[in-house]
Structures are given as structure tokens and as C-alpha cells.
């Protein structure tokens, strides 16, 4: 969907339908230019007659120094920059995507969370509410549940607004904002496995081959801008109709060629020069960005996957289990209050960090793809 509707995603589309146009314009030939000229009338006279003469005129300019060819050769190079700049908004737009798309998953399952904490305090203030009313419980202890259940059940509200704001941020990337309020996920948390390390290919990811490609039409416009200084040549040729007795037609060529005596191009020539230097320049950095990226999302991708997988599977089981045995503990009256709002308190707490963690460890592994640039999640 995000191929379809992602607004970036149609704007550089039409960037690479803006440079086929560029093509065009730099494969243009010089127009021909054709003039009529009359001359002999008489201010004083009230007719011509017939002692006018007529000029019918073609010029027809011609370029040399293979500038045609340069133009083109450079409006293509940079048209395959746009598409691999459509390309590289796509790879980025997908990113994006994917981490709203977990950030929501995550806030969906923080509601959840709450939702339940909220419910099984509801429930252990209503066994201290009989266990008050029965002498096994002190008014105080009653007053601190209440007091931490209106602060769990603050804490859901605040979930559904968090799951309000992810939504509107995955469906502003969908250009879906009129459907926020029903974007859900399906799918569950990816399974973390070992990644597949390989040897990046740095070169393949479409933002170095763009900067690559601009460099090339750099290079290009070096030539251009030298081959200004070949004189182009303008062919013309003319008939001309003088206003003899015997009406005879003339007949003439020419050829008109440009002198520098003012200016040589010296100025294009060198702006090119440090163009190119630019574009190498720019080039380096992006190089650098994109295996500077590989190095960190691999780290990070790695060591969220662990800490995802640790939380899973050892600490939150644990502290279901703890829970579980203090508020069976509570309910025969051999814990206090202030053990249940800490057991409960401590499992709130690791299920919300067990579920950051695997947001984390979900949107790392998405880094990690878009910087190796595969479409599908490891």
C-alpha cells in the first residue's frame, strides 16, 4: 500500500516524469528561422508602384562540438539519478511504514496492558473493599489500592491516546487519514532470529548509485561546457525580388559565424569543475552514511533482538509467576496491600518493557533491511 499511496512515493515519481521531459528538451535541434523583408515605399506616393523590393530570408543555425549529444548524455544521466532517487524514496518510505506499523502494534499492545492491570486492580480493590468491611484489612491499606488502581486506570486512558497518535501517524504514510480511526495490526511480533550477516554491497543501494549516476552527469557537463567554446554556424539563404523592368529574382547564401572577442566561457567551464567536485564530494559522504548505517543497525539489531528475547522468555514469565503468587497470597490474607501494589506494579512494568523491547527490536531488524535495501524484513 505504501507503493501506491505515500504521497513522497508519487512526488518522486513525477520527478523521474519531470526528467524524461529534460530529455526531451536537451535532444532538441536549433529551429530554423525564416523572415520576410519588403522595402520602397514611398511616404509621398499614393501607390507602390510595383517598385518594392522583397526579401525572403531562411536561417538555419548549426551546432557543432557534439553539444547535442552532450546534452542528452547528461539529461540522462540525471534521469537515472531520479530513478534511483524514486527508488531510494521508496526504500526510505517503506522504512517509515514499518516503524509506525510497529509503533502501533506496540501501542496496541500497551492498551491491552492497561486495560488489564486496570481490571485486575478493580478486583483486588473489590476483595480489600470485603476484606475492610470483614476487620481483616485497615482503612489505610484499602485507601493505597484505591489510590494505585485510579492511577492504572489513568495510565489506560493515556494508552488510548498513544494508540490514537499511532494511528494518525501510519495512516498520514498511507495518505489514509480519514481511516485512522480503523488501521489495526493483524500480524504477530517477528520471530527473532539470527541475522544473516554478509558483506554489504554498498554500492547496489539506490542513494549511491543516484550519487553515482550525478557525479557521471557532472563529468558530462564538463564536456558541455568546454564544447561551448566550438563555434556553432549559421547557414543562410535568401531571395530577393528587385524592382527592375524585367522583375528579375536574386539569389544568396551565407554563413555567419560567432567571434569571442568578449567572453570564452571560461566561467561555465570552471562552475562545471566544481560541480563535478561536489558531486564526487557528495558521492563519498553517501558512501560513507550508508556503511556507517550497515555497522550501526547490525549492532543495534542484534543486541535489541537478544534483549527482546531474554525479556520473552525469562523475565516476564517470572514475573507473571511472582504476581500470580503474591495476589493468591493477598487473598488468604498472608500479604499486605503494599505487596500487591508492587507485585503488580513490577509486572505492569516488565510486560511494558518486554513489549518496548520487542517494538525495538522489530523497528532495528527494519533499519537493519532498509540499510542493506531488502524489501522483506529478516
Known amino acids: 500500500m505504501v507503493e501506491q499511496r505515500n504521497r513522497a512515493l508519487i ?3 513525477r520527478a523521474s516524469a519531470a526528467g524524461e521531459a529534460v530529455v526531451d528538451m536537451a535532444g532538441a535541434r536549433p529551429n530554423p528561422v525564416v523572415s520576410l523583408n519588403t522595402s520602397g515605399f514611398n511616404s509621398r506616393s499614393s501607390g507602390s508602384g510595383g517598385n518594392l523590393d522583397t526579401t525572403l530570408r531562411i536561417d538555419q543555425p548549426i551546432e557543432r562540438g557534439n553539444k547535442r549529444s552532450l546534452r542528452l548524455a547528461v539529461a540522462d544521466s540525471l534521469l537515472q539519478a531520479n530513478r534511483s532517487d524514486e527508488s531510494d524514496s521508496l526504500r526510505q518510505q517503506r522504512l517509515l511504514a514499518r516503524l509506525a506499523y510497529f509503533d502501533l502494534k506496540a501501542a496496541e499492545d500497551k492498551l491491552r496492558l492497561a486495560n488489564e492491570s486496570a481490571q485486575l486492580a478493580r478486583q483486588i480493590l473489590a476483595k480489600a473493599d470485603l476484606r475492610l468491611r470483614a476487620g481483616d484489612l485497615s482503612a489505610a491499606d484499602v485507601a493505597r489500592i484505591r489510590t494505585d488502581t485510579l492511577k492504572i486506570e489513568s495510565d489506560a486512558v493515556q494508552a488510548q491516546v498513544d494508540l490514537r497518535r499511532s494511528r494518525l501517524a501510519l495512516a498520514q504514510l498511507l495518505a489514509m487519514e480519514k481511516e485512522a ?3 489495526a495490526t493483524a500480524d504477530p511480533w517477528p520471530a527473532f532470529s539470527r541475522l ?15 550519487a553515482r549516476q550525478r557525479l557521471e552527469a557532472a563529468e558530462r557537463s564538463i564536456q558541455l561546457a568546454k564544447a561551448q567554446q566550438v563555434r556553432d554556424v549559421t547557414l543562410g539563404a535568401q531571395v530577393e525580388r528587385a524592382p527592375d523592368d524585367r522583375n528579375r529574382s536574386v539569389y ?3 554563413v555567419s559565424v560567432p567571434l569571442f572577442t568578449g567572453y570564452d566561457y571560461r566561467g561555465e567551464i570552471r562552475r562545471a569543475h566544481v ?3 561536489s558531486a564526487l564530494d557528495e558521492l563519498e559522504r553517501v558512501r560513507a552514511t550508508a556503511a556507517a548505517e550497515f555497522e550501526q543497525f547490525t549492532f543495534e539489531a542484534e543486541r535489541m533482538s537478544e534483549r527482546a528475547r531474554s525479556l520473552q522468555d525469562e523475565a516476564l514469565p517470572a514475573a507473571r509467576k511472582a504476581h500470580a503468587a503474591v495476589v493468591l497470597a493477598f487473598n488468604h490474607g498472608a500479604a499486605s496491600a503494599l505487596d500487591v501494589i508492587d507485585a503488580r506494579r513490577s509486572l505492569f512494568a516488565i510486560e511494558t518493557d518486554t513489549t518496548n523491547a520487542l517494538a525495538d527490536a522489530a523497528k532495528a531488524r527494519a533499519a537493519w533491511a532498509a540499510a542493506t535495501n531488502r524489501p522483506d524484513l529478516p
Open 11 to 13: 512526488s518522486a515519481r
Open 181 to 183: 480511526a480503523r488501521l
Open 196 to 210: 544473516a550477516i554478509t558483506t554489504p554491497e554498498i554500492e547496489m543501494r539506490p542513494d549511491v548509485i543516484a
Open 252 to 254: 544568396g547564401v551565407g
Open 275 to 277: 560541480d563535478r567536485d
